[in-house]
């Protein structure tokens, strides 16, 4: 037995940028299984009770009661409950250009199973604002991306903060690069230092965060313009050349290309303060 809220193709006026399918609460069922061959959404849920078992990517996971789940875009994934303790969840499945921007800037594409995260309110949140979409439409379409986001950053917080396994050249990588955001750097430079060879390093670095260092530094990039063009008067042109992007259309075809619109009509969409 589920309780499911479903939206039509169409109902996100920004699909291609964010979209929930469908949101609900899977009741303890022992015979609940689902399968997918090839996902063309993001699978988020989060267990309320009970156990279940998860087989991806040829690993098998058995999540419980306070814990999270990602199954991503692309992926050929079966789950189901536990016999003889099926669970209750709580989830979400959605879509966009934004949920693969977001879940590949927190290095969150190679993991599955979350331990012990205690976010069941903001996925009740998100559940509350679909099914009272009729009530407040605007909120809807304004909160649901954000509260994605803030699930998102309490699972990659979560894991930095349980995850004491990533090898040191990976995590000084990423701090180094976080630092950096507005400046041009070299991974040949730290490569030296690490003692390791370029290759070696963004094998390391893409074993632990699932991209490219260079890749992770332009997420980080975009995520900071984003910020700036929300919160600053910034022309666009400023906001590449602070940004260390050497030319403006550069940046801003990159921009689309990772969240589905240009900085101009990002600005313009973002509420006035």
Same mark, same amino acid.
């Given at each position: ?7 039509? *193709? ?5 699909? %291609? ?7 609900? =609460?899977?009741?303890? $069922?022992?015979?609940?299984? =689902? ?31 306070? $814990? ?13 409950? $536990? *016999?003889?303790? *099926? ?20 290095? /969150?594409? #190679?993991? &599955? ?8 309110? /903001? ?15 605007? !909120? ?6 954000? /509260? ?6 309490? @699972? !990659?917080?979560? &894991? ?10 990976? !995590?000084?990588?990423?701090? /180094? @690069? $976080? ?6 750097? #070299?991974?040949? %430079? ?5 003692? @390791? #060879? ?23 990039? =975009? ?11 910034? #022309?666009?042109?400023? =906001?590449?050349?602070? @940004? ?18 240009? *900085? ?10």
């Amino acid at each position: 037995m589920e309780h499911i809220v479903t939206f039509l *193709p169409g109902q996100f006026a920004k699909e %291609d940028f964010f979209c929930v399918e469908m949101t609900g =609460i899977t009741y303890p $069922d022992s015979r609940y299984r =689902i399968e997918r061959e090839c996902s063309d959404i993001y699978c988020l849920e989060y267990v309320i009770a009970g156990e279940g078992q998860i087989e991806t990517g040829g690993r098998l996971f058995r999540p419980s009661q306070g $814990d999270v789940y990602l199954l991503p875009v692309g992926s050929a994934h079966c789950y189901r409950s $536990d *016999p003889s303790h *099926p669970w209750e969840k709580i989830w979400m499945n959605v879509r966009g250009s934004l949920c693969d921007f977001l879940v590949r800037s927190y290095g /969150l594409g #190679s993991q &599955t199973l979350f331990p012990a995260c205690p976010i069941l309110p /903001l996925f009740q949140e998100f559940l509350r604002l679909c099914e009272n979409r009729e009530e407040n439409e605007e !909120a809807l379409y304004r909160r649901t991306p954000l /509260l994605f986001h803030e699930i998102l950053q309490n @699972l !990659a917080a979560h &894991t930095e903060g349980q995850n004491s396994r990533i090898p040191q050249p990976a !995590a000084r990588l990423r701090a /180094l @690069l $976080d630092r950096h955001l507005y400046d041009s750097l #070299s991974i040949s %430079d730290f490569s030296r230092e690490a003692n @390791l #060879s370029p290759s070696q390093l963004t094998r390391i670095f893409r074993r632990e965060y699932g991209c490219a260092p260079y890749d992770y530094l332009l997420s980080q990039k =975009i995520t900071a313009a984003c910020m700036l063009l929300k919160n600053t008067g910034l #022309s666009v042109k400023e =906001i590449a050349y602070r @940004l260390a992007f050497s030319d403006e259309h550069y940046f801003s075809n990159l921009f689309k290309q990772k969240t589905g619109v240009s *900085p101009g009509k990002y600005r313009c969409s973002q509420p006035k303060k």
